[in-house]
């Protein structure tokens, strides 16, 4: 029986790297798909059996793909497949429902297992996302960003990037109030009164880098 793969990043050069690697090991590529909404389209029209999902995609964000598909098929499984190395990206695409999460300069027989062990039911995360998960635990300190939606905190990412209201509300498809009402939560939620308290704490979070 084949296996059926779902590839979404908006990157044509990792899409067809990811598909040569796959197809070479038997699966096959069903979909691929360059945002979050037609990620969202495609994984209810092709049913896959698993997908790989960037997080920082054109639209509504990885995220909030992640959330949307997970709502409509609880036994999704999805492993995000991302340039972020920071350990809250991670816990905030496995508390949205993903299945395993990778950082883009894993080597392909990481890539591999990671499928293989979500295929069979598992969960894959490095011993390093493992171990911070364990300790955050057993901390009392927090992270408020850890505690934003998946929506919200897609807003926190892209103000702090330096994307303007209008343009937040037009990729993510809401409203311009909807969009400013949201960054009100974000900034009651980290603690922030001005813009630029903002993006000091998102780089305190990890959630963007900080500029030379």
Known sequence: METKVLLADDHIVVRQGLRTL??????????????????????????PDVGLLDLDMPGIGGLETL???????????????????????????????????????????????AVEKVLKGGNYI????AQYIAMHKLSDASNPA????????EIFRRVAKGESLSEISASLQIGYKTAA?????????????TTGQLVHLAIRFGVVEGRE
């Open 22 to 47: 796959l197809e070479q090991l038997g699966y096959t590529i069903v979909a691929e798909a360059s945002s979050g909404e037609r990620a969202y389209a495609l994984w209810q029209e092709c049913k």
């Open 67 to 113: 959330k949307r598909i997970i709502e409509r098929d609880t036994h999704a499984k999805i492993i995000v497949f991302s340039l972020h190395d920071d350990n809250l990206y991670a816990m905030r695409a496995l508390q949205a429902g993903a299945k395993g999460y990778l950082v883009k300069s894993a080597a392909p027989e990481v890539l591999i297992e």
């Open 126 to 129: 490095s011993h390093e996302i």
């Open 146 to 153: 850890e505690y934003l939606s998946p929506r919200e905190f």
């Open 181 to 193: 009402n949201l960054q009100t939560q974000v900034r009651q939620k980290i603690g922030a009164t």
